[in-house]
């Protein structure tokens, strides 16, 4: 009977045993498990492009390393349009927190049917895409699920302009 409980228990997970630290992480913040239209992703993407072919922005987590890559081209930096953009190219890894707070934005895109079908119009577009660990892309051109995961990778680089 005392295997049976201790199989039932393990299966409720409420007497699991804690599992050992990574490294980078503590008991206050732990990364969640993904859920929602990013579970199963190795990486995501997100991006928009606006007019110019030189106005554009892409954010890239990785959820293995927790880092996040930014690639910025704003040709309206200085306050009005010029003829070349300023580009940035940064990155960074990610505290457990922030890894935690991404990860909560991304649990929330869960995008119905016609959202998925949805694809931009010309001169414009906001994006998100997941990549699995074996390559494969699914892209989601749906303004309402990519913008609060622009918002929250954005904020994460206050030295580039905020989305």
Known sequence: MRRASSLFCSLLLACAP??????????QAPVAVASGWTAGA????????AGRADFRRLLRY???SGSLELQDSDPFASGTESKTARVLNLSRVLSPEERQRVEAVLDRVQPDAAALERRCAPGGCVWLERVGADGTRQRLEHLESAQPVLREL?????EARQF
């Open 154 to 158: 954005s904020a994460l680089f206050p």
């Open 62 to 64: 990785t959820r293995a």
């Open 42 to 49: 190795a990486l995501i993407e997100a991006g928009t492009v």
């Open 18 to 27: 804690e599992r050992p630290q990574r490294a980078g992480q503590t008991s």
